[in-house]
């Protein structure tokens, strides 16, 4: 199982020393990995293959397999200092629930996605007429685990419907496979990825 | 509980002593739970590996229903079968006795040299009998924790064991949250289902059942061999998943050519389960198998605990491994979660996978590479961890 490491640079900026961070969808573990050892997190993981948890065993990281549609009801309010979404909140199949247990359960969430308002992506449905398969959105229609892609735009909107706040947007794409560029100009036709720091705790 | 196959002999530990741990002499007996009183205790225990300087290798081995010290290795040149869970204890295997120190402990109640009810009764100078008291999964930690104690150790690496050994294991990091780094509870439960309880009495039925277990005092005359011969073959059914039997088995015939004529067993599922039950009786105990299967029935942490999960593990401060099999009706994956769930909710640190498997409940025993790598992850990152 070989992970892109997107936007984990973002994250790993975003995060404060000894926080306890739950990932939702956290792979192999690197990034809860790479957090221990950057920022000192006391860090635990949420995966659904079995493959993925072994890996995250070896790599010293608590993790458990589940789907993450179930159990996040379990946790007390604000156990966790962050609540990582990243590359998964389009793969869950009432993300409504999952953002408003997540914004529960974290006093911060961080939420990134691959944006379907992507200028490229957008075109490859208006030129070509089917799904867009590109290196963002690497699969077919019908094998595809994106059953909820969003845009940019889908978020903020999210985030007046259901009243919480953005406390940051860093919309960004990737240069090579672990860098992260920032784009502030127009971000829902120019960003590849959506990346939103929100929190339902009023400031 | 299933036969293993036998063992390459290269990665074996070899030769293995049980050993023995006598205490509690009187005047100051065992409690326990029920506030009976048990003393003298012996504990027959088996070590592998060695003691590192600072004491923080070691790792308590706790067995199931059926098992015994004997974990690892070989009594003899002339056994034909190692410890029960050889596949996992040995130089670079899962328990890996070159890097840790590996004690298996019997348990109080059993019968494989710890007092239990065939141990004879000081006040009485005969076998305990059914005046041996009803002991819990809480007291035979309790004794195990003397054993510790009597071996130096101040806090394990982890505690590790399937089915009754995993409640065995949650019970020590509940009991003595100090003296445990780490859990590893494999194909365990905080309590077991209705349908397990159910089955250990149709067991006990058996036994109670043959006139020659004589309301437990038979010790002077024949045991109760029918009785517990079909206590274990019942039992042996539960360990296995309906498709490991159809796999293992099928409808294939012992001896076909007899097949239909008479009473024998013609089936070959049939006569792998009186072979269970004849070899069983050869070297355990009916009244043991009583004791154990009333503690094992009896273990509830939610109860002991006002009725919350939660909060019987609120206390601990032991990092675990939670194991579970897809095709294990016996302890079944939802038992594992619940257990799982009660340490999130605490914010403990847990790692929780469920192993797809058709080897039902005795996949714990059996040779299997993604419980091997856990374990040894596990273990390799916990001592890592409690030595910063």
């Known amino acids: 199982m070989e992970e892109l490491k997107i936007g984990y640079d973002l994250v790993i900026d975003e995060i404060p020393e000894g926080s306890r961070v739950l990932d939702l969808g956290c792979g192999d573990g690197t990034l809860l990995k790479l957090l221990q050892e950057q920022k000192n997190i006391s860090g635990f993981g949420v995966e659904i293959s079995e493959e993925g948890v072994s890996q995250c065993v070896e790599k010293g990281v608590y993790c458990y397999q589940a789907d993450i549609d179930e159990g996040l009801s379990d946790y007390r309010d604000n156990s966790f200092d962050y609540v990582i979404l990243n590359q998964t909140i389009q793969n869950t199949k009432r993300p409504d629930y999952v953002i408003k247990e997540v914004l529960r359960i974290g006093k911060k969430s961080i939420v990134s996605f691959p944006n379907f308002g992507y200028y490229r992506t957008r075109a490859y449905l208006m030129f070509k007429g089917t799904m867009p398969v590109s290196k963002l959105l690497p699969y077919q229609w019908y094998d595809s685990p994106n059953i909820h892609l969003l845009t940019i735009k889908d978020m903020i909107r999210m985030a007046e419907d259901f009243s919480f706040s953005i406390i940051s947007e860093k919309h960004f794409s990737l240069s090579g496979v672990d860098r992260s560029n920032v784009i502030s100009i127009a971000p829902n036709l120019m960003a590849e990825y959506g990346f939103f720091v929100i929190t339902s705790i009023e400031s | ?388």
């Open chain 2, 1 to 388: 509980m299933t036969k293993k196959e036998k063992e390459p002999e290269h990665n074996s530990i070899g030769i293995v002593n049980t050993e023995y741990f006598t205490f509690c002499e009187p005047p100051h007996p065992l409690k326990l739970s029920n506030g009976r009183k048990l003393g003298p205790v012996t504990l027959a225990y088996e070590t592998y590996g060695t003691l590192n300087e600072n004491k923080s290798n070691a790792v308590l081995i706790l067995h199931a229903l059926s098992g015994n010290a004997h974990a690892a290795g070989y009594h003899s040149d002339k056994d034909k079968a190692p410890g029960w869970w050889d596949t996992y204890i040995g130089p670079g295997k899962a328990f890996d006795t070159d890097k840790y120190f590996i004690i298996c402990s019997n348990v109080i109640g059993g019968c494989s040299g710890s007092t239990g009810p065939a141990s004879l009764n000081p006040s009485s100078g005969k076998p305990y009998a059914l005046d041996f008291p009803m002991v819990t999964i809480s007291d035979m930690v309790n004794a195990q924790k003397k054993l510790i104690d009597h071996l130096g150790i101040k806090k394990l690496l982890s505690v590790a064991g399937g089915s009754m050994g995993g409640m065995q294991a949650l019970q020590w990091t509940i009991s003595y949250p100090d003296m445990v780094e780490s859990c590893i509870g494999i194909a365990t439960s905080a309590s077991l289902s209705a349908q397990g309880i159910a089955l250990n009495e149709v067991g006990r039925q058996a036994i109670f059942n043959d006139p020659k277990w004589n309301g437990g005092n038979y010790y002077d005359s024949s045991f109760p061999k029918a009785g517990l011969s079909l206590a274990r073959m019942i039992g042996h059914i539960t360990y296995l998943s309906e498709k490991h039997m159809h796999e293992k088995f099928g409808r294939k015939f012992q001896d076909s050519a007899n097949a239909g004529n008479d009473m024998n067993p013609e089936f070959m599922v049939e006569s792998y389960l009186r072979h269970q039950g004849v070899k069983f009786v050869e070297r355990f105990d009916a009244n043991s198998y009583i004791y154990i299967t009333r503690a094992i029935d009896h273990f509830d942490l939610r109860a002991d605990y006002g009725d919350s999960l939660t909060a019987a593990f609120e206390n601990v401060s032991a990092n675990y491994l939670i194991i579970s099999f897809t095709t294990d009706w016996l302890y079944p994956t939802g038992n594992s979660k619940e257990i799982v769930r009660a340490l999130r909710v605490n914010g403990k640190n847990v790692n929780y996978t469920d192993i797809e498997t058709d080897n039902g409940h005795d996949a714990f025993l059996l040779p299997n590479e993604l419980l091997e790598k856990n374990i040894k992850n596990f273990l390799k990152s916990e001592l890592k961890k409690s030595e910063i």
